[in-house]
């Protein structure tokens, strides 16, 4: 109950309300305006129609606002989430994009539960980086088809949908659809470099119906809206469907996860004293996701550009995105009639702006160039992402960032021979330490990735009797890299050679003492605390009597 208390909105949030009312208020039906057309578009795009994207705008920005854990996000529709619906709708139909919504709804109050928010910040920036980038890649495919004006388009994959689109559109060229929806995605990215604060997709979608409406233009439009929210049904439910519905689900979820503490980061970066809650944003997310599907609306999240217009219009609390909400029911129930005028041409060009907006050229060139190893993980999860699909992108991106982060962590491991501390030794005892003892320092860790070389290369050692082995600057240890100790340590011991250790970490006792290597070296007075007192162990067994010495070392 104490965690269920933790989750739900608290008192300060309700006190940030009486902070700036009439700011919050201006911002909230400032990005109202920029969210109308966009939330439009994200619901054509998604397969649903304008009226799930307005729904889903309308109720997961009220819920998320209320239950979430940000003073400033804004929530709805993305453009993300449409890349991985639209195959839902083709294979499941409307019926499966909603089953998906609240399955994902669940999975994300769950992860709120187990306290995963805080875990999803470590996601390799290249990792993200290049879905993103895929995923505008992606959307502006989507998009060609409307632009084209070109209705019924085939094919597996999204790349494969616009190139048939393109080879009708050369069959039967219709210049209209394309010159609207390039004239308003033109309109958005220079207006945005003129006056980024005027919103240049709303202009440009009413620009484009006025057109469309006193020249007669041949375009496809939105169609007739309902005026008003439909009665609230679990008539979608399909168990039967499941089994083919959870691998969309929890891509949806994770999207959803990441979109949204990614957008919690940026609006805390841009405001003074704001910091979000990651358990509670997800939490907040999973109620918006649960309760929007029964309502006909497609799963939504946080956005980043809808929560940055919102701080920039001056946003201090909840109330923003609580109101840019309410102005959006006012657009489902007051302006239905118009928004079905609007030309399905104009928002493609919609999309395509926002999709070459979400690619920041600057900072993928940045990474391309950081390392190598950054570059292969960006290029592979951007070409996974259009090719195939945005789950099997992350997976592939995360798997090959993690194996050549290990290699290259492996990489950092050593085995560096160092001399015997001489002291003050006589010349005879000195010689016959620099010729039967050798001291072996390790650094870095010795892990599954790294052990193998160097340990190997240990037991092939000639010529000594006592092998010292210093472990005070080992990192790292699991149960591979013990069982290769311990495996070095038995071929030396098996040709006489005794094995020392010194300086073993105590942190590193555990598993050395589960695998039995640390237990029976301390056994036989083998391990040491520090390399002088194995330096004395070694003097000792080398002054014993030759054959004496030979049979304690085999002994061992």
């Known amino acids: 109950m104490r965690r269920v208390s933790d989750l739900l909105p608290q008192r300060s949030d309700w006190n940030a309300l009486r902070h700036a009312p009439r700011r919050d208020l201006v911002a909230g039906v400032t990005v109202a305006v920029v969210a109308l057309p966009l939330a439009l578009a994200f619901g054509v795009a998604s397969g649903l129609g304008a009226q799930a994207g307005l729904i889903t705008a309308v109720v997961a920005g009220a819920l998320a606002a209320i239950f979430g854990g940000s003073n400033l996000q804004v929530s709805g529709p993305t453009g993300a989430m449409t890349v991985v619906l639209l ?68 094919g597996d994959k999204v790349w494969s949908v616009a190139a048939d689109a393109v080879i009708r559109f050369a069959g039967h060229p219709r210049p209209a659809p394309i010159l609207v929806a390039a004239g308003v995605a033109a309109l958005m990215l220079l207006g945005a470099r003129w006056r980024p604060v005027v919103p240049f997709s709303l202009l440009g979608i009413l620009v484009a119906t006025v057109l469309a409406e006193t020249t007669g233009l041949p375009l496809a439009r939105i169609g007739a809206l309902p005026a008003g929210f439909a009665a609230p049904s679990l008539a979608f439910l399909d168990w039967r469907a499941l089994p083919g519905l959870l691998p969309a689900a929890g891509a949806v979820a994770a999207l959803a996860a ?74 489902v129930l007051l302006a239905a009639p118009l928004v079905s005028r609007i030309p399905m041409a104009a928002l493609a060009g919609v999309l395509i702006a926002t999709a070459v907006r979400m690619v920041q050229a600057a900072s993928l060139l940045a990474l391309i160039r950081a390392t190598r190893r950054d570059a292969i993980v960006l290029v592979l999860t951007f070409g996974v992402t259009v090719f195939f699909d945005l789950v099997t992108a992350v997976a592939a991106g995360i798997g090959v960032a993690v194996v050549l982060a290990l290699r290259a962590v492996a990489r950092t491991a050593r085995l560096e021979r160092v001399p015997i501390d001489r002291d003050d030794r006589h010349a005879e005892e000195q010689a016959l330490l620099d010729q039967h003892i050798v ?46 100790l311990d495996d070095t340590i038995t071929r030396l011991q098996r040709r006489g050679i005794a094995v020392l250790l010194s300086g073993i970490d105590p942190s590193h006792q555990q598993v050395l003492s589960a695998l039995g290597v640390a237990a029976r070296l301390r056994r036989d007075d083998l391990v040491f605390p520090d390399t002088p007192a194995a330096i004395d162990r070694a003097r000792h067994l080398l002054h014993l009597d030759p054959a004496d010495s030979v049979t304690e070392a085999a002994s061992v």
């Open 87 to 154: 195959p839902v709708v083709h294979r499941f139909g409307r019926t499966g994009v909603l089953m998906v919504g609240l399955l994902a709804g669940l999975l994300l109050v769950a992860m709120a539960f187990a306290r995963l928010g805080r875990y999803l910040r470590y996601l390799p920036v290249p990792v993200v980086e290049g879905f993103t980038a895929g995923i505008a890649v992606v959307i502006g495919l989507q998009q060609v088809p409307a632009a084209l004006g070109v209705a019924g388009a085939h």
């Open 439 to 484: 001291a072996y320092r390790l650094d870095g860790p010795l892990f599954f990735a790294a052990a193998h070389d160097f340990l190997l290369e240990l037991s092939e050692v000639a010529d000594v009797r006592v092998v010292i082995l210093r472990m005070s600057r080992v990192s790292t240890i699991d149960a591979t890299g013990a069982h290769i």
């Open 258 to 331: 990441l979109e949204s503490l990614l957008s919690a980061t940026v609006a805390d970066a841009m405001s003074v004293d704001e910091r979000h809650d990651p358990d509670r944003e997800l939490f907040g997310q999973g109620i918006a996701n649960l309760v929007t599907p029964v309502l006909g609306g497609v799963p939504g999240t946080a956005a980043i550009a809808r929560t940055a217009v919102s701080v920039r219009a001056g946003a201090r609390s909840k109330l923003a995105a609580f109101t840019h909400a309410a102005a959006l029911a006012g657009v």
